[in-house]
């Protein structure tokens, strides 16, 4: 199994920027990639960014050339492993919660952050 901790939420104004984490523990090796999607109310949620595990990654067409996603990969299996989304130049339409989901063998979801971004 895997387990998802997200982190780094908050308040921001718009411009600002905020760094999002997923820890990820369990089972590292049965992920084969980890995406950061995103629901607004009442929006369905969306796909952000993805990275795969050989460091591919894939953007929204939205958040390309302001988000970054990158990861630091774990050196053996049952390490921890977290993935990152760095987002920048914040607009009031990221304003959402922001969920961590990887998938391999298992398909897991994280708990989500709220990320609130003022105009």
């Known amino acids: 199994q895997v387990q998802l901790v997200e982190s780094g939420g908050g308040l921001v104004q718009a411009g600002g920027s905020l760094r999002l984490s997923c820890a990820a523990s369990?089972?590292?090796?049965?992920?084969?990639?980890t995406a950061w999607y995103r629901q607004a109310p009442g929006k369905q949620r969306e796909s952000v960014a993805t990275?795969?595990?050989?460091?591919?990654?894939?953007?929204?067409?939205?958040v390309k050339d302001r988000f970054t996603i990158s990861r630091d990969n774990a050196k053996e299996n049952n390490a921890k492993e977290t993935v990152y989304l760095q987002m920048n130049n914040l607009k009031p339409e990221d304003t959402a919660v922001y969920y961590c989901n990887a998938v391999g063998l298992y398909d897991t979801w994280g708990q989500g952050t709220q990320v609130t971004v003022s105009s």
């Open positions: 369990g089972s590292i090796f049965s992920i084969y990639a």
């Open positions: 990275i795969t595990r050989g460091g591919s990654t894939l953007y929204a067409d939205s």
